[in-house]
């Protein structure tokens, strides 16, 4: 009974998901072959970010709000290559490799901030979002068209200086990842290549945590103190998780955008950072504890509410606006909870 | 003559507080050097210093200079001192406590072996060799003759296994030339501690040079083959150890002589017809200390004292009545049942526990003396508060009052009562914890290990503070103590726990050989004494 309690209240987060999405889905009355489907889609675009927030967290930094730095590197990664008019895969790999090169450096001016702001890591990262996104408009409002240079002038501001609002993948890398192997099951479709590189990054997460440089990250995400004491170089260590959390971000915006098809110039990063840690969050993570089942089942159980939301919204109050609302308003209470859950943790009780 | 450390000339001041004055000491190969001196005299400062520890280098670094084999060194980092061979067994205890133990003793110093990652990428991402780890981790832990379970986890293992576990660490670096163990028996039983100096000697045998501090000047006499002696941060005397008796040390480390406690008389003498606890089988699940069936009477306005070996569950009793660990039994307070594994209901009913973790469970380690004062009191019963508007808010005033009160009487040695706790020393944590009880004003005080890792001086102010809240309050007191001279110093029955049952309840006059017996278990019947 005891332990049946501990369970309930270790994974109350799923739990409480799961019933909603449950309930969503019936009153949403949505036909479960084109929910399968969309999940199984949002899988394969999605996994990769959430993903790339585990890391992190292991190695006690909490919850990495600066993978928008990685986003915005995928972004701007992709925005040259479409101006390159780099085709299909070859072009995704261009940007994966920009983009990573680009998000190595972000990784680690991040990295050695949150060294310098420990214990307020969480904070400082998504602060340190915000700022970075300030230069990031300043460069895509302004350089682009004028100091740097960019062809394609339909994706840029009628003045021909800054971007556009949408930025369009289709006739470059727009679904390049998906379109080379699907297998179609029914009305069901499979994008194949995607979601092996989800399995790979899971793979190397998990071998990653079976090496040397995965135990000094461990150590370091227990205890710092004795983690140096032993000898551990403990800023470089949380430097580098900073770094490689940041490159897969880069890399799974990639993802996530030739998916989509088009770029939010302005506010696909911004978005990106909120909804993968609600989901990792939604999955049963804390901001001390995340594995790779508790990303798999985020993703699931929060892309599934994200399909239904509005048309359950729709079937209960005559508006699809007020299940757009409700998720957007569950994915920040999510994360505030989990924020209260982590304070309440650390000042330990007295009694 | 050639040593194997020799540290010159030391200095080193915490934020104006000069606590090392050209300290010299020096150590040579296979010898162990005994390093004593009241807590605050600046043994573990020093120490810090020889292992290049964060904490001097963010304050400041120090004066003088560290020799090793004769040559000059600069340990800037715990890293660094590695490097040099010198391993430390902390005061605090340096585990992770989610790790295993076989991880613990291997922190940093895996095994690993080759695979794709690491032939392109580097050392770093090679795998780690577990079977390898735990063989060898099974082997330092043998070699101090211990069964400790390689794969357990550290979280849930009694004290003594992590001190353990330290010192199989330290066993299993090959390179160790200089060994540091910083109060390695404070929290062993006598057993134990036998245990832990036969180690010691075996280091010394194999070449290793030893600094060995304790507060247990006995022991130091037994292992150490030559004695420095610290008072305030100067070295008062330096000799070999068969010069010295354990008063003379006691003598030169005080400053000052030691005297038998002659206990002031009470109003009323405690009797079997005022019971102020029964407890009745009880049960109690702490790892490491299991209580089994301990059942025994309390009578009010006692103090009683729980000894036994490390292990018997002499721990348990205090955790298990305070509700820190799920147990079971009946027990009456003043006549009532009295509820389980509730530890506010044992608060707010006047039942108040001073844990032996006083760094994990019982201090707010980063907030300020004042407040840790207080702070539970604020908790269970809102004193120290006042109505403001509609909201309820700390009485700042009140808290500092009180505060300042507590420090004078206590003896508190901070430097304001904003200081936080962290950056006091062990007596001094301790005295605040006992300040936070009595502002409690419990009716029974569970107190555990009050002098673990505390100088003789704070020592004996602890205890008196013990014996005065007792006299003067009549508050009713459990002491547990792994010290049996210090339960017999003040208690006025002891009880002695062994496989987690009542073995025997002693006068503390009762002989040496009595209380040996009864902590064997083989004390064949409970003998309700006087």
Same mark, same amino acid.
């Given at each position: 009974?005891?332990?049946?309690?501990?369970?309930?209240?270790?994974?109350a987060?799923?739990i409480?998901?799961?019933?909603?999405?449950?309930?969503?889905?019936?009153?949403?009355?949505?036909?479960?072959?084109?929910?399968?489907?969309?999940?199984?889609r949002?899988?394969?675009r999605?996994?990769?970010?959430?993903?790339?927030?585990?890391?992190?967290?292991?190695?006690?930094?909490?919850?990495?709000?600066?993978?928008?730095?990685?986003?915005?590197?995928?972004?701007?990664?992709?925005?040259?290559?479409?101006?390159?008019?780099?085709?299909?895969?070859?072009?995704?790999?261009?940007?994966?490799?920009?983009?990573?090169?680009?998000?190595?450096?972000?990784?680690?001016?991040?990295?050695? %901030?949150?060294?310098?702001?420990?214990?307020?890591?969480?904070?400082?990262?998504?602060?340190?979002?915000?700022?970075?996104?300030?230069?990031?408009?300043?460069?895509?409002?302004?350089?682009?068209?004028?100091?740097?240079?960019?062809?394609?002038?339909?994706?840029?501001?009628?003045?021909?200086?800054?971007?556009?609002?949408?930025?369009?993948?289709?006739? %470059?890398?727009?679904?390049?990842?998906?379109?080379?192997?699907?297998?179609?099951?029914?009305?069901?479709?499979?994008?194949?290549?995607?979601?092996?590189?989800?399995?790979?990054?899971?793979?190397?997460i998990?071998?990653?945590?079976?090496?040397?440089?995965?135990?000094?990250?461990?150590?370091?995400?227990?205890?710092?103190?004795?983690?140096?004491?032993?000898?551990?170089?403990?800023?470089?260590?949380?430097?580098?998780?900073?770094?490689?959390?940041?490159?897969?971000?880069?890399?799974?915006?990639?993802?996530?955008?030739?998916?989509?098809?088009?770029?939010? %110039?302005?506010?696909?990063?911004?978005?990106?950072?909120?909804?993968?840690?609600?989901?990792?969050?939604?999955?049963?993570?804390?901001?001390?504890?995340?594995t790779?089942?508790?990303?798999?089942?985020?993703?699931?159980?929060?892309?599934?509410?994200?399909?239904?939301?509005?048309?359950?919204?729709?079937?209960?109050?005559?508006?699809?606006?007020?299940?757009?609302?409700?998720?957007?308003?569950?994915?920040?209470?999510v994360?505030?909870?989990?924020?209260?859950?982590?304070?309440?943790?650390?000042?330990?009780i007295?009694? | 003559?050639?040593y194997?450390?020799?540290?010159?000339?030391?200095? @080193?001041?915490?934020?104006?507080?000069?606590?090392?004055?050209?300290?010299?000491?020096?150590? !040579?190969?296979?010898?162990?050097?005994?390093?004593?001196?009241?807590?605050?005299?600046?043994?573990?400062?020093?120490?810090?210093?020889?292992f290049?520890?964060?904490?001097?280098?963010?304050?400041?670094?120090?004066?003088?200079?560290?020799?090793?084999?004769?040559?000059?060194?600069?340990?800037?980092?715990?890293?660094?001192?590695?490097?040099?061979?010198?391993?430390?067994?902390?005061?605090?205890?340096?585990?992770? &406590?989610?790790?295993?133990?076989?991880?613990?003793?291997?922190?940093?110093?895996?095994?690993t072996?080759?695979?794709l990652?690491?032939?392109?990428?580097?050392?770093? +991402?090679?795998?780690?060799?577990f079977?390898?780890?735990?063989?060898?981790?099974?082997?330092?832990?043998?070699?101090?003759?211990m069964s400790?379970?390689?794969?357990?986890?550290?979280?849930?293992?009694?004290?003594?296994?992590?001190?353990?576990?330290?010192?199989a660490r330290?066993?299993?670096?090959?390179? +160790?030339?200089?060994?540091?163990?910083?109060?390695?028996?404070?929290? +062993?039983?006598?057993?134990?501690?036998?245990?832990?100096?036969?180690?010691?000697?075996?280091?010394?045998?194999?070449?290793?040079?030893?600094?060995?501090?304790?507060?247990?000047?006995?022991?130091?006499?037994?292992?150490?083959?030559?004695?420095?002696?610290?008072?305030?941060?100067?070295?008062?005397?330096?000799k070999?150890?068969?010069?010295?008796?354990?008063?003379?040390?006691?003598e030169?480390?005080?400053?000052?002589?030691?005297?038998?406690?002659?206990?002031? &008389?009470?109003?009323?003498?405690?009797?079997?017809?005022?019971?102020?606890?029964?407890?009745?089988?009880?049960?109690?699940?702490?790892?490491?200390?299991m209580?089994?069936?301990?059942?025994?009477?309390?009578?009010?306005?006692?103090?009683?004292?729980?000894?036994?070996?490390?292990?018997?569950?002499?721990l348990?009793?205090?955790?298990?009545?305070?509700?820190?660990?799920?147990?079971?039994?009946?027990?009456?307070?003043?006549?009532?049942?009295?509820?389980?594994?509730?530890?506010?209901?044992?608060?707010?009913?006047?039942?108040?526990?001073?844990?032996?973790?006083?760094?994990?469970?019982?201090?707010?380690?980063?907030?300020?003396?004042?407040?840790?004062?207080a702070?539970?009191?604020?908790?269970?019963?809102?004193?120290?508060?006042?109505?403001?508007?509609?909201?309820?808010?700390?009485?700042?005033k009140?808290?500092?009052?009180?505060? +300042?009160e507590?420090?004078? @009487?206590?003896?508190?040695?901070?430097?304001?009562?904003?200081?936080?706790?962290?950056?006091?020393?062990?007596?001094?944590?301790?005295?605040?914890?006992?300040?936070? !009880?009595?502002?409690?004003?419990?009716?029974?005080?569970?107190?555990?290990?009050?002098?673990?890792?505390?100088?003789?001086?704070?020592? @004996?102010?602890v205890l008196?503070?013990?014996?005065?809240?007792?006299?003067?309050?009549?508050?009713?007191?459990?002491?547990?103590?792994?010290?049996?001279?210090?339960?017999?110093?003040?208690?006025?029955?002891?009880?002695?726990?062994?496989?987690? @049952?009542?073995?025997?309840?002693? &006068?503390?006059?009762?002989?040496?050989?009595?209380?040996?017996?009864?902590?064997?278990?083989?004390?064949?019947?409970?003998?309700q004494?006087?």
């Amino acid at each position: 009974m005891e332990k049946l309690k501990k369970i309930l209240i270790s994974y109350a987060v799923p739990i409480a998901f799961s019933i909603l999405c449950v309930s969503a889905v019936l009153v949403a009355q949505i036909p479960p072959i084109f929910l399968a489907s969309e999940i199984v889609r949002r899988l394969s675009r999605n996994t990769f970010l959430v993903l790339s927030l585990i890391i992190p967290i292991i190695g006690g930094l909490g919850l990495n709000f600066g993978i928008v730095l990685g986003a915005m590197a995928g972004q701007a990664a992709l925005f040259f290559v479409v101006d390159w008019k780099i085709k299909g895969l070859v072009g995704i790999l261009v940007a994966c490799l920009m983009a990573g090169a680009i998000s190595v450096v972000l990784g680690w001016l991040a990295g050695l %901030t949150l060294n310098r702001a420990k214990g307020r890591e969480m904070i400082t990262s998504m602060i340190l979002g915000f700022f970075a996104n300030g230069i990031y408009q300043l460069i895509f409002l302004f350089f682009v068209g004028s100091l740097i240079p960019f062809r394609t002038k339909q994706f840029l501001l009628p003045e021909g200086v800054g971007l556009r609002n949408t930025v369009d993948l289709y006739g %470059t890398v727009a679904s390049a990842l998906n379109n080379p192997w699907m297998i179609r099951i029914g009305t069901v479709r499979l994008f194949v290549l995607p979601l092996l590189i989800v399995a790979g990054l899971c793979l190397f997460i998990t071998l990653l945590f079976k090496t040397k440089l995965g135990q000094d990250i461990r150590a370091v995400g227990q205890d710092m103190h004795i983690a140096e004491v032993a000898g551990i170089n403990v800023n470089k260590v949380r430097v580098i998780a900073i770094i490689m959390s940041t490159v897969f971000a880069a890399i799974g915006q990639v993802i996530y955008l030739q998916d989509i098809g088009t770029i939010n %110039t302005y506010n696909s990063h911004e978005q990106i950072g909120l909804f993968s840690i609600a989901a990792l969050l939604v999955g049963g993570a804390t901001t001390r504890k995340a594995t790779i089942w508790n990303a798999i089942l985020g993703v699931v159980l929060f892309h599934t509410l994200f399909v239904v939301a509005p048309s359950a919204g729709n079937r209960l109050f005559g508006q699809p606006q007020v299940g757009e609302f409700f998720r957007e308003f569950l994915a920040y209470a999510v994360i505030a909870f989990a924020l209260a859950m982590h304070g309440w943790r650390a000042k330990k009780i007295l009694m | 003559m050639q040593y194997a450390l020799e540290m010159r000339n030391i200095s @080193k001041s915490f934020y104006g507080n000069q606590v090392l004055k050209n300290v010299n000491i020096a150590v !040579a190969a296979g010898e162990v050097l005994g390093l004593v001196g009241e807590n605050g005299a600046g043994k573990t400062t020093l120490m810090n210093i020889l292992f290049g520890m964060p904490v001097i280098h963010s304050t400041g670094g120090f004066e003088g200079e560290i020799l090793i084999n004769n040559e000059h060194v600069n340990i800037d980092s715990p890293r660094r001192a590695m490097e040099y061979g010198i391993g430390m067994v902390h005061q605090e205890f340096m585990l992770i &406590p989610g790790f295993t133990v076989t991880e613990n003793i291997k922190l940093n110093r895996e095994i690993t072996k080759d695979n794709l990652l690491s032939k392109v990428f580097g050392k770093s +991402l090679r795998t780690l060799d577990f079977p390898a780890m735990r063989k060898e981790a099974r082997q330092a832990i043998s070699t101090i003759g211990m069964s400790i379970e390689e794969l357990a986890v550290v979280a849930g293992l009694p004290v003594a296994h992590k001190q353990f576990i330290e010192i199989a660490r330290e066993i299993d670096k090959k390179n +160790l030339k200089i060994l540091v163990l910083d109060e390695p028996t404070a929290v +062993l039983s006598e057993a134990e501690a036998e245990k832990l100096l036969d180690t010691i000697r075996y280091f010394a045998k194999r070449g290793v040079a030893i600094i060995f501090i304790s507060h247990r000047l006995s022991e130091v006499l037994k292992v150490s083959d030559r004695i420095t002696i610290l008072r305030d941060g100067v070295v008062v005397d330096s000799k070999p150890s068969s010069s010295f008796t354990v008063s003379e040390i006691a003598e030169k480390m005080v400053g000052r002589k030691l005297e038998n406690v002659v206990l002031p &008389p009470r109003a009323k003498e405690p009797s079997d017809e005022d019971i102020i606890m029964s407890i009745r089988n009880l049960k109690v699940y702490m790892p490491g200390e299991m209580v089994k069936d301990f059942s025994i009477d309390i009578r009010r306005g006692e103090i009683l004292g729980i000894g036994g070996l490390a292990g018997h569950g002499k721990l348990g009793v205090a955790n298990g009545i305070a509700g820190m660990f799920p147990a079971e039994g009946q027990v009456y307070f003043e006549g009532e049942p009295y509820r389980l594994n509730d530890p506010s209901y044992a608060l707010r009913n006047g039942i108040v526990y001073l844990s032996e973790d006083r760094r994990g469970v019982g201090l707010l380690l980063d907030e300020s003396v004042e407040m840790n004062i207080a702070a539970t009191a604020i908790e269970a019963f809102g004193s120290f508060t006042r109505r403001f508007l509609f909201m309820t808010v700390y009485d700042r005033k009140k808290i500092r009052e009180h505060a +300042l009160e507590m420090i004078k @009487k206590l003896d508190i040695r901070c430097k304001s009562p904003t200081q936080t706790v962290r950056r006091l020393s062990g007596g001094n944590q301790q005295k605040v914890c006992l300040a936070r !009880a009595f502002t409690l004003n419990p009716k029974i005080l569970f107190v555990s290990e009050p002098t673990r890792g505390i100088d003789v001086g704070a020592k @004996k102010l602890v205890l008196d503070y013990l014996v005065s809240m007792n006299r003067e309050h009549g508050i009713t007191i459990v002491m547990t103590s792994s010290e049996l001279a210090e339960l017999r110093s003040i208690c006025d029955r002891i009880a002695i726990v062994a496989e987690g @049952k009542l073995s025997a309840v002693l &006068p503390p006059k009762a002989s040496d050989a009595e209380f040996g017996l009864a902590m064997a278990g083989e004390f064949q019947e409970v003998l309700q004494h006087g």
